[in-house]
């Protein structure tokens, strides 16, 4: 099965999808650590995954686990761009940009994606914050 075949139904219908806002000053960095704005962001699938793709690295997750999701803004640039994992906590960011995202808490940490810890939340910079937030909001009651 080809990696993209989750947009074609293998893991439920393609409901909602919301892709990185990707700062053109970082475009080229992104691009080669395997970002692709076609096919990176947050899908929330009709068989209630939420789904977070930046190039090699993903977070798979029911939607039933996210506990919050609301929006963060002006980011230190060198904080903001790339997969990072926190030095604070155990957060994880999906960096495009350093305007805006969405800080998406989970009721179960998800499985480490970077770093010596599990991920209790993440932060996406997708393109339409406001939107994924509400739609976050609603789908988890």
């Known amino acids: ?4 075949d989750w947009r074609d139904g293998a893991h439920g219908t393609l409901s909602e ?4 806002e ?3 000053r970082f ?7 395997g970002v692709r704005s076609s096919r990176d962001g947050v899908t929330l699938t009709d068989d209630e995954r939420f789904v977070a793709r930046f190039g090699f690295f993903r977070v798979d997750t029911p ?4 506990a919050d999701a ?5 980011y230190r640039w060198w904080t903001a761009i790339g997969v990072r994992a926190s030095l604070v906590d155990d957060g994880l960011t ?3 940009n350093n305007r805006a995202g969405v800080c998406v808490h989970f009721r179960e940490k998800v499985a480490r994606v970077i770093g010596f810890k599990d991920h209790s939340a993440l932060t996406v910079t997708v393109a339409d914050v406001d939107g994924l937030t509400r739609a976050l909001n609603d789908r988890r009651g």
């Open 94 to 96: 999906f960096g495009t």
């Open 70 to 74: 609301h929006v963060t803004r002006d």
């Open 1 to 4: 099965m080809e990696d993209d």
């Open 17 to 20: 999808f919301f892709p990185y």
């Open 22 to 24: 990707i700062d053109p």
């Open 27 to 33: 475009a080229l960095l992104l691009r080669a650590a």
């Open 63 to 66: 939607l039933g686990n996210v």
